[in-house]
């Protein structure tokens, strides 16, 4: 008996093929990451950051051409502000008019820059239950707060208030016909993103439209 045909004894030319081909598609690749927080990347919102507190203290964060950061009674062009999402929690802010990124000195001081600092420029978003946000640097882990007077050269212990409230900015969204409504958005971090549960309770400014 002929051991040496193929197909008794000695495997063919093509399982060496064959066997190089299963071992290429059985090899294990890592699953893409699902993570729904992850559609969020790059999220940008218009927003006024408004702050007050008991002591009279009240204003709106302007960014300046100039890169001075300073606090104005009125909403106003320099005012407006684009907060944008690099990571979960994390945002930049960059005055709109400016075209400066709102960043922190290590010792709290702010100024706006024409280039982004992934350090100086990186703020955490902290969301609270009275529908205020509070902001700290991401690097430094001080929180973004006006000088009472809205000069630099004053220490800590003389600046104002934390909390911001985030106030819907111009978008110029084309406005809808009269006697229809525009639908609002869902809100994709609820449970009930359609409301239709009941009205939703307890949301940041800074996240409706």
């Not at 950051?49 to 302007?62: C, F, P, V």
């Not at 993103?193 to 940041?204: K, T």
Request: hydrophobic fraction near 35%.
């Amino acid at each position: 008996m002929n051991w040496m045909r193929p197909g008794v004894g000695v495997p063919g030319p093509w399982v060496p093929l064959l066997t190089v081909f299963l071992l290429g598609v059985c090899q294990a690749h890592p699953i893409p990451d699902s993570s729904p927080l992850l559609q969020f990347g790059g999220q940008v919102r218009q927003r006024h950051l408004y702050t007050d507190d008991d002591q009279g203290t009240e204003a709106h964060l302007e960014v300046r051409e100039d890169g001075t950061v300073v606090g104005a009674t009125l909403r106003s062009p320099e005012s407006l502000l684009e907060l944008k999402a690099l990571k979960p929690g994390v945002i930049q802010i960059r005055g709109v008019k400016a075209s400066r990124f709102l960043c922190q000195q290590p010792d709290g001081v702010l100024y706006g820059s024409v280039h982004f600092d992934p350090e100086a420029c990186s703020f955490r978003e902290l969301l609270l239950e009275d529908g205020y946000n509070v902001y700290q640097s991401e690097a430094h882990g001080l929180p973004l707060r006006l000088p009472k007077s809205y000069s630099p050269s004053q220490g800590l212990a003389a600046w104002g208030p934390v909390r911001f409230l985030p106030l819907p900015g111009q978008l110029h969204q084309p406005q809808e016909p009269p006697g229809f409504l525009a639908p609002e958005p869902p809100d994709v971090g609820s449970s009930d993103p359609l409301s239709m549960v009941g009205p939703l309770q307890g949301r940041s400014p800074s996240y409706v439209s």
